[in-house]
Nanobody, 110 residues
């Protein structure tokens, strides 16, 4: 199983980014997909998740600003991030079941 996260970058506060997570897994459409992040010196934090049937859940810190979605036909999940804040700066990882992708760096400048 391979998970490839992409879409990170440098953005100013208030800006937007869309992360993608492409999975090479036959069980993608039946599994929960999660986005985590890890800021320097901090533990992994669950940012958002989406269940197989589209149920979503978000960390309080990103509610109203981030939107998670999935396209089962493409085996891809997305994290649309808006109104970004410097405290959103972190490496973002996607997770499918017990599998983790390599992270993508998001840096928000003030």
């Amino acid at each position: 199983v391979q998970l490839q996260a992409s879409g990170g970058g440098l953005v100013q506060a208030g800006g937007s980014l869309r992360l993608s997570c492409a999975a090479s897994a036959s069980f993608f459409r039946t599994s929960t997909l999660s986005w985590y992040r890890q800021a320097p010196g901090k533990q992994h934090e669950l940012v958002a998740l989406i269940g197989a049937y589209g149920t979503t859940n978000y960390a309080d810190s990103v509610k109203g600003r981030f939107t998670i979605s999935r396209d089962n036909a493409k085996n891809t999940a997305y994290l649309q991030m808006s109104s970004l804040k410097p405290e959103d700066t972190a490496v973002y990882y996607c997770r499918l079941g017990d599998f983790w992708g390599k992270g993508t760096q998001v840096t928000v400048s003030s």
